[in-house]
């Protein structure tokens, strides 16, 4: 990964990069971080589903971020569309995570007005017993049944409020929460003013159609971000950015003894296995299928000639400026030389543009 702003570093380590910032909760409430993906047009999803954007690089940024919060928030919909699973942990993260206070894995919590959750979902194997948030008239039932699998907890009518949620969050020693969609959720989140953070990832594809956008809600919200960093893996883009309003100390990381520069970073390598995209808009009776891997990978290699890198199109812009400024004017002024440009902005390095897109089935 090369870091592009706000300073230009080869070879950055993904865990050094997205763990060195400061994220301090806020008074009654945490740390709010939305992770999300999107094509180039704004498309969240291809065929309702998030994992056929953003490829490896995408899942390495995931992996890195799963690593830091005390919660992964997420709407049901999205954890049963998505499949859902517990996280999973190497020893070498858990070891990480507990010398800095956190749990051994993140607590995953489920917000569901509904509570249409299947006690047998993957969600819920191994034990594993998740938080779930849903309201004081969801069906008594569905409540019921969810309680043998789950801590399911009630929090005012008609909708879960997320400022509401956050602060319950905080009463529970949660200082730093990964929303992980979906675009209606966010929505709410926006609406609520409460998200600090946006980790987006920019895939290099057109996905056209009616595809959702990452905040997909009924009311219009401005809010303002800065970017906190730029950085680019395999052509893909991979951004962070912060409240506008942000102290300078979180915008700019403090590597401090993790800079990514040095070798020895014990910050590096990080090991949350998931398995489940983040978020997911397909109705639950969609019969569409999602484009394979490899129609993905095709599309995303027309953006060049098939066996040229982009440093072979920046080398063949150099070359053929500097043969137009050879040729004459056909009005006999003083032609000039174009070359200087086409230096400047021909790409340094190689940069490949097949990818392989992950299978982003993650927990």
């Known amino acids: 990964m090369d870091l592009l702003w706000p300073e230009h570093r080869r070879d950055v380590d993904v865990g050094d990069l997205y763990a060195a910032p400061r994220r301090p909760p806020h008074d009654g409430r945490p740390w709010v971080m939305a992770v999300m993906v999107q094509s180039i047009d704004g498309a969240a999803t291809v065929d309702g589903l998030s994992g056929s954007l953003g490829g490896d690089p995408d899942s390495r940024v995931f992996t890195a971020l799963r690593r830091l919060p005390d919660a992964v928030l997420v709407a049901a919909g999205t954890a049963r569309d998505e499949d859902y699973g517990p996280p999973r942990t190497d020893e070498a993260t858990r070891a990480w995570r507990t010398d800095r206070g956190l749990d051994p894995i993140p607590r995953i919590v489920v917000v569901s007005a509904s509570l ?4 047998e979902a993957r969600l819920f194997a191994d034990g594993h017993r998740p938080l779930i948030v849903t309201t004081n008239d969801s069906p008594p039932q569905r409540r019921d049944a969810l ?3 789950a801590e399911v907890v009630s929090l005012g009518s008609g909708r879960v409020d997320p400022v509401a949620l956050l602060e319950m969050l905080a009463e529970r020693g949660m200082n730093l929460v990964m929303a992980e969609g979906g675009p209606g959720f966010n929505a709410a989140l926006v609406g609520a003013d ?3 953070e946006w980790c987006l990832t920019i895939d290099p594809l057109v996905v056209g159609g009616d595809a959702m956008r990452i905040v997909n809600g009924t009311t219009a919200t401005t809010r303002g971000f800065s970017f906190a960093h730029v950085a680019m893996d395999e ?7 912060v409240r506008a309003a942000a102290d300078r100390a979180t915008i700019q990381p403090d590597w401090g003894a993790h800079d990514p520069r040095e070798a020895g ?28 891997p490899s129609v993905m990978r095709a599309a ?5 000639s098939p066996g040229r890198t982009t440093t072979d199109v920046g080398a063949s812009a150099v070359s053929e400026a500097a043969s137009a400024s050879t040729a004459p004017a056909t009005d006999g002024a003083p032609r000039a030389d174009p070359t200087a440009d086409a230096r400047v902005h021909a790409p340094r390095h190689t940069t490949t543009t097949t990818r392989t897109a992950a299978n982003r089935r993650r927990a």
Do not use: E, K, W
Not at 277 to 284: G, M
């Open 116 to 119: 249409s959750l299947s006690p």
């Open 147 to 149: 309680a043998d699998v």
């Open 194 to 196: 409460v998200i600090d």
């Open 235 to 241: 052509g893909v883009l991979l951004t962070r950015l």
């Open 265 to 292: 970073s014990s910050m590096r390598s990080p090991a949350v296995s998931v398995d489940v995209p983040r978020y997911s808009t397909r109705p639950s009776t969609t019969g569409r299928r999602s484009p394979s």
């Open 300 to 304: 995303r290699a027309q953006t060049v």
